[in-house]
Every structure is written in structure tokens, then in C-alpha cells.
């Protein structure tokens, strides 16, 4: 990297290898490269191409690049290696965008072409992180802040240059979170060589986090991944189908149907429900296990079925109040929750989802199917005997009415 223009000062560069001065082979050779990002069209530009974000990532143990195209409200990705994503960027600065914005670990490179292909690079210090490409490893490499995203911007979450809107803060994080808890389980629901992984969100709702889940898995991990959104609110699928024909995006769908009828769902690898409503999560955790699903994760939302029927003796200063039997009554509903899946076969963890300062319902349930796992005697019986301790007979029992318990 040519050390013109170091501690903020400006210098034209000429020569040298990649695009005009700037050792791009170099840049994508090293491990320092956090993100590339080439905009402001130039006549060469083909159709309706605005910008080209270049970043590291790692797809299945191997270090490549991906390249994304950005036209208005769509995108396309592919991943390449380094010598590819140079001379990529090579063949772009210049000819076809004007600016590339370069984040390194120790620098960031603000590189203006003028009309005769001279280069004018601006240098300033700035200390990172070393950069980690696995994205699997930390929430803010799944979707980073700087570089753009085209389903946030349609989403109004980010500009078109990348930044995150002040007021979108919370559903940016959100998003990161929820995928970082993804990249967890990923590897157990990895389709096989050539093959496709079927996930379904039940109970979508808007569907930031849809979206966001079918950009991990199809942009990041490089899978042929197919989505489907569910929802019983008709406004609310056109609205993400209306978001969805804005961003084409291959392998994404919508429906209107109830969770436990999901229209043209078969069979699903990943099964997702975020705040489904009190037994509605209940419902969704049933279907799931019907599908065989590898892995679940469900963000349980309001609890009330319980709240009225809950009796312990002897536990009555915790029932005699309102806001403290509201607690009880959520706190009883996910561990039996926990454990009717455990005793399906699954491998279940109770974890926080987002900060509290958001939003008091963020216990996550997350669910791994147990290598040749079926359905666990023991861990029925124990689901049997804590709900019988509270003398409460559950929705979830109906719900899983006809899976075997033993």
C-alpha cells in the first residue's frame, strides 16, 4: 500500500501494481483488509450499477472475498479469491467508479480517480481490530456497520453508503445478535455437497430478521439456502413481499397461513419464531419437531395462559401479586417449554436474545436436534412431574399431541 498521503494529508499517485498506484494485489494478499468499497459511477458503469462492496469472508474453512453489486433496492453477490477480488477492483477504480473507500486494520483510504485515471489518495490512522473474516466469530463481521447492505437500506436500518441510522441502532444490533446466535448452530444445519437448506420463519411479522437470516446463509455462508416467511396477516406479507420484488432475492418467499398449518412447507432444516404470541409459540415449536427440524430457536413473546392457572402451596407470596405471578407464570412456561423439547431429542439452551433496555421478553429457547436423537423417556417424564408440581395442563401438551413421548 503506497504510503502517500499518510496522517491525513492528500498526494496524487501514479504507477505501481493493482489500480494506479495502489498495491491492490497487496491488500487482498494480506489480512488487514476490512472492507473495500467502490461508488460514484463513472461512465463506464454498466445499467443502473451504483456501487461494489469488497469484503474478507470465510465460506467452509476457506479465506475468499465476496464482491457485491448494488443497483437501487437489489444486490448480487459472489465469492472469489484474492487474486480475483484484485484485479476486480483493479479493473473497476477508475474506468467505472471514481471513489473507493479502503477500511484496513491500521488506516483508512479515501481514493478519488480523476477524468484521466490519475489517483488521488487520502491516508488516515485509525487503530481496528485484526480482521476477522469468520463470521461466524463475532457479531459486528456478520453484517458490519460502513459497508452497505441492500435489505437494511430497503428496511430503512442504513444509508445507502452503509451508516447505520441513528434511530435503527437498536433493530442493527438486534440483527447482529440474532445472527450471531444463527452462526452457532449453522454447522449443525449445513446442507450436504450440491444439496439445499430449508428454513422457515413462523410468525415473521416485518421480517428484518428474515431477511437478515436469508442474507447469512445465502451471502455469507455461500449455501442454496430456501426461505420461507409465514404469517397469518395478509398487510403484513404484502408488505414483505412488496420488499422482497424491491431486492429480488432467489431462495425467499412470503405466505399467509396460521403456524400450524404452514401452506407448502413439507419439511424444514432451521425453524424460526420470534415472538410469537403467548401459545403461538407453543404451536410453532410443535410444528417444528413434526418437520424434523434440525435446529429451532424461539424468542417466546407474552405468556399468559399460565398466569391464572399456576398453584404451589406454600409459594403464595409469589402468586399473590400481579407483576410477580406475570414473571412466574413466563419463567414456568419456557422451562417447560425447554424440557418438552428435550424430551423429543433436541439439545435445548434458555439464553438471553437482546438487551433488556428493548425490550423484558428476551429469553431465546435454541434447539439442536441430538446426533440420532428420538424421543427421551426419561426427560418426558421429568417435563410430566414439573408440570404436574404446578398443576397446570398446558397448551403444549395439544400442541404436541400425536408426537411420541417415549
Not at 448480487?76 to 467505472?96: D, I, T
Not at 413434526?290 to 398453584?311: D, N, S
Not at 406454600?314 to 399473590?320: F, Q, R
Amino acid at each position: 500500500m503506497s504510503d502517500a498521503g499518510k496522517g491525513g494529508s492528500e498526494a496524487a499517485v501514479r504507477g505501481g501494481g493493482g489500480a494506479e498506484g495502489l498495491d491492490l494485489a497487496g491488500v487482498f494478499a494480506g489480512v488487514g483488509l476490512v472492507a473495500l468499497t467502490l461508488s460514484d459511477p463513472a461512465g463506464g458503469a454498466k445499467g443502473d450499477l451504483r456501487a461494489v462492496a469488497i469484503r474478507p469472508v470465510v465460506v467452509r474453512g476457506r479465506r475468499l472475498f465476496q464482491i457485491e453489486e448494488r443497483g437501487p433496492g437489489s444486490s448480487a453477490h459472489r465469492n472469489v479469491e484474492a487474486v480475483e477480488a484484485a484485479a476486480e477492483a483493479g479493473r473497476l477504480l477508475g474506468p467505472v467508479f471514481r471513489q473507493a473507500d479502503v477500511r484496513m486494520t491500521d488506516a483508512d483510504l479515501a481514493v478519488r480517480a480523476d477524468a484521466s485515471g490519475r489517483l488521488r489518495v487520502r491516508r488516515r490512522a485509525v487503530v481496528r481490530p485484526a480482521s476477522d473474516a469468520a463470521h461466524d466469530r463475532r457479531k459486528e463481521r456478520l453484517i458490519p456497520e460502513g459497508v452497505p447492505c441492500p435489505f437494511l437500506e430497503r428496511l430503512g436500518v442504513m444509508t445507502a453508503e452503509g451508516r447505520v441510522r441513528p434511530s435503527a441502532q437498536a433493530k442493527f444490533r438486534q440483527v447482529n445478535r440474532f445472527l450471531e446466535i444463527v452462526a452457532d448452530v449453522a454447522d449443525r444445519v449445513a446442507p450436504p455437497p450440491g444439496g439445499a437448506l430449508d428454513v422457515v420463519d413462523l410468525g415473521c411479522g416485518k421480517s428484518y430478521l428474515t431477511f437478515a437470516l436469508h442474507h447469512y446463509l445465502r451471502a455469507v455462508r455461500g449455501w442454496d439456502a430456501r426461505v420461507t416467511g409465514i404469517d397469518r396477516a395478509p398487510g403484513v406479507i404484502e408488505t414483505c413481499r412488496a420488499v422482497a420484488r424491491d431486492l429480488a432475492p432467489e431462495g425467499l418467499r412470503f405466505e399467509v397461513g396460521e403456524i400450524g398449518s404452514a401452506p407448502g412447507v413439507e419439511r424444514a432444516d432451521l425453524v424460526v419464531s420470534l415472538h410469537a404470541c403467548d401459545t403461538a409459540t407453543d404451536d410453532a415449536l410443535a410444528q417444528a419437531v413434526r418437520w424434523g427440524a434440525r435446529a429451532i430457536l424461539a424468542a417466546p413473546c407474552c405468556q399468559h395462559e399460565l398466569r391464572a392457572a399456576l398453584r404451589f402451596g406454600g409459594l403464595e407470596p409469589l402468586l399473590d401479586h400481579g407483576a410477580l405471578r406475570e414473571r412466574l407464570a413466563a419463567l414456568v412456561t419456557d422451562a417447560l417449554r425447554a424440557k418438552r423439547l428435550e424430551a423429543a431429542g433436541y439439545d435445548v439452551q434458555v439464553m438471553e436474545f437482546i438487551e433488556t433496555e428493548h425490550t423484558p421478553k428476551n429469553l431465546l429457547l435454541r434447539a439442536v436436534r441430538r446426533p440420532g436423537g428420538g424421543p427421551d423417556a426419561a426427560r418426558f417424564a421429568e417435563y410430566v412431574r414439573f408440570r404436574d408440581l404446578w398443576g397446570v395442563r398446558p397448551h403444549l401438551d395439544r400442541a404436541f399431541r400425536g408426537l411420541a413421548d417415549a
